[in-house]
């Protein structure tokens, strides 16, 4: 078993940053991808980032957030980040962090079996 455990988030201004962190534990060695995935009232789940595990040479965003998201992965702390710059309103939403023993996500952003806790943020003035 993988256990997730998400930390960041928050309420920010338009144009703010904001930082994501999750840190795996239990059998995250079998890991091959983490991601973040969001998702807003009434909309569905979306795939935000994903990267490679523990390389971090693949990853993949979706359209919304190139070039103001960056995702990372520290895998001496067994923890991967998202760095939110440039918010947005449209960035509001229930955000999720997943973990797969497959490296696939970052080709078909399908999720993994595991899943963090969401945290939620708020970008508004």
């Known amino acids: 078993q993988v256990q997730l455990v998400v930390s960041g988030g928050g309420l920010v201004q338009p144009g703010g940053s904001l930082r994501l962190s999750c840190a795996a534990s239990g059998s995250s060695v079998g890991i091959k991808a983490m991601g973040w995935y969001r998702q807003a009232p009434g909309k569905q789940r979306e795939l935000v980032a994903a990267?490679?595990?523990?390389?971090?040479?693949?990853?993949k965003y979706a359209d919304s957030v190139k070039g103001r998201f960056s995702i990372s992965n520290d895998n001496a702390k067994n923890t991967v980040y998202l760095q939110m710059n440039s918010l947005r309103p449209e960035d509001t939403a229930v955000y999720f962090c997943n973990a797969d023993t497959s490296p696939l996500m970052v080709v078909t952003t399908t999720p993994g079996d595991y899943w963090g806790q969401g945290s939620q943020v708020t970008v508004s003035s």
């Open positions: 990267i490679t595990i523990p390389s971090g040479g693949s990853t």
